[in-house]
């Protein structure tokens, strides 16, 4: 089946820096990708929609300015999040969709990133 | 808005046995639901889905109901195994966009 692949897996970083996170479409190309959030025993939050090319859609209550959002090719998207703190400290996952072995409009998701922010 | 509620875990039984993870939602409209799993180190994987009231999703064993008069999308399966042990969530979409609404997960834990 279609794989996408996030990296890194783990990172675990200081207060203040950024960090990066990619999720990659392996065997076919994303039109979007969708990030999402997930915190200890709660579901996965949608937080921002990214089509290649354009701008990403956040939604309400996701700080555009700390959560960058970059699709530059139809199979790479990155997360960067900005100025790290404690409370960013969370489980991020990545959802692509495209056209996969005649599957058009099937959502595909990542392994997910685990952040730590010391 | 949009939600999903879904037993919560952790879930643990024995091999063979029966299981049910209850899925309640609210939505506007008429949602398509959906199931994914989350096998240990992967992603998550798109198990069943329905898309209109009475129908049943199925896959692996696993079925579920979309049953609009209780607004409820249970997953079952006769008889477990192993390697069912997962993550399971129970997610909608509505309103013909292609956003994801997800339930909290119900990890499942399946010994010999």
């Known amino acids: 089946g279609a794989v996408v692949s996030q990296h890194p897996s783990r990172v675990i970083c200081k207060s203040g820096t950024s960090v990066k996170i990619e999720c990659r479409s392996l065997d076919f190309q994303a039109t979007t990708m969708f990030w999402y959030r997930q915190f200890p025993k709660q579901s996965l939050m949608l937080m921002a929609t990214?089509?290649?090319?354009?701008?990403?859609?956040?939604e309400q209550g996701v700080e555009k300015d700390k959560f960058l959002i970059n699709h530059a090719s139809l199979t790479l998207s990155t997360l960067t999040v900005t100025s790290a703190h404690p409370e960013d400290s969370s489980f991020y996952i990545c959802?692509?969709?495209?056209?996969?072995?005649?599957?058009?409009?099937?959502?595909?998701f990542g392994e997910g990133s685990r952040l730590t922010v010391l | 808005g949009d939600s999903v509620t879904q037993m919560e875990g952790p879930v643990t039984l024995s091999e063979e046995a029966f299981l049910t993870i209850n899925c309640t939602y609210t939505a506007t409209g008429y949602p398509s639901l959906f199931w994914y799993v989350q096998y240990p180190g992967e992603g998550l994987q798109l198990l069943l889905k329905?898309?209109?009231?009475?129908d049943k999703g199925s896959n692996k064993g696993f079925e579920a109901t979309y049953r609009k008069e209780t607004t409820s999308f249970h997953l079952e399966k006769g008889s477990v195994q192993v390697s069912d042990s997962a993550v399971y969530f129970c997610a909608l979409s509505s309103g013909g966009n292609e956003k994801l609404t997800f339930g909290t997960g119900t990890r499942l834990t399946i010994i010999p």
């Open positions: 990214s089509n290649e090319g354009s701008k990403a859609t956040y």
């Open positions: 329905a898309t209109k009231a009475d």
């Open positions: 959802s692509a969709r495209g056209l996969a072995g005649g599957r058009t409009g099937e959502l595909f």
